[in-house]
């Protein structure tokens, strides 16, 4: 079987390209250095979610020595009363009662804080604090100790960006949790004394089969939210308003017409989703195009590919915020038309959640910017493989008055 390395610089530099050569010449390849079979084409991506043969299993190295076991590896009726735990909290009806008014108010604090300043560094100031602030908000942490919780987030967020990590990686990162566990090991006993109706009082007071949920299960809990909604949304975020300033033409029809937002960020999602492959092991061996993957074989599923399979998305490599191929209205259900919050079982808890998020936040930036431009002209890079994103994200602009 052919194969691509993704530890080649070429692959790093542009891994669109090798999404097509994946498409058109290996739907199915092994990847030797990390002993994986790679599957790419939406319908196969889709699938491996869907089916229960590809199982989660595989999440054990990266999650479980930071987050201890959390519901992004259980499976069966495992994953389903955990998750149930916390679904309620991010529906549609808490969200926009609860949820809405306080993220309005962290981007308007956030913007408060450019200060007029006509430079700022974007991912800096803005993307990389605000999904953090929600959820510290959503589950009811003390917003004093925000640089505490951004700390830990930023320390053990580097585990999560690639395929494989140095072990001061680890080190440093499990070094952070043990802080993180000392502090919230007071806060989850003060809560239990007196819930509120926060998440973590939901967490707190939940039982699943009559067992309360033990301590190390909420705080992981609780750091796997704001692994899986932190380093998301800011990359999101971040790439949309790259996309944006790449494509003046689609920046200019979002300007003209707001009803558009969902539109443009459902394909800043397609065209740049932060997490380009997720892991599946599977229980049997399973036939997928382009041959048969083994039994107990790691699959990794190239979400970042299905979404510029150009048998699902005419011309896949055009950031277009009008594509016909995408419904914005199920875009952030089970039945999204993009791969980027999965399918399935796993599909992202916290999609509605996200994609409220990305509304406010860019039509907060929108309305405070009148003009804006990369500053100096230069570029953001993109890095990361397993995730990806723009490095960082200067960006000049004029008040809107
Ligand atoms: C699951 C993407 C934001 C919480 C997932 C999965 C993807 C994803 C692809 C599926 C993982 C799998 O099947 O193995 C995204 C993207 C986001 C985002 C692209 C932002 C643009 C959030 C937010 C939260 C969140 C804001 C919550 C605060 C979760 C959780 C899971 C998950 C808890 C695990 C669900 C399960 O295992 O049943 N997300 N996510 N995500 N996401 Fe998100």
Redesign the pocket.
Known sequence: MHSINFFSEDYQENPYYYYQQMHERYPLFYHEPTDSYVISLFEDVERA?KDPIFT?QN?SWQMEPIHGVT??QMDGRE?AKN?NV?VPS?RGKELLEQTFPMIQQSAASLIAAFNGRDVIELRKEFTNIF?IKV?VD?LGLPGEDLHLFHRWYTLTSRQFENIANSPEILHTAMAAMEEYRQYMSQVIDERKEHPGTDLLSVLCTASIDGVEMPKDRIMGFCS??LQ??GE??DK?LASMFRNLLLNPDQLALLRQDKTLLDRAITES?RYS???HM?YRVTSEKVQVTGGEIPANATVVCM?AAANRDASKFEKPDEFNILRKEIDPKTAYSGATGIS???FG???????Q??KM??QVAVEALLDHMAEFEFADNKVPREIGIFTRYPESMSIRYKVKI
């Not at 079982?345 to 999609?351: D, K, L, P, S, Y």
């Open positions: 979610f989660s999440y519901m992004i994953h998750r916390v991010f999904p959820i959503i796997a939210l899986a909604g998301t949304t999101a999602l989703p932060p997490a997720i979400l980027s919050f999965g079982r796993h599909f992202c808890v916290g999609a959640l996200a998020e990305m």
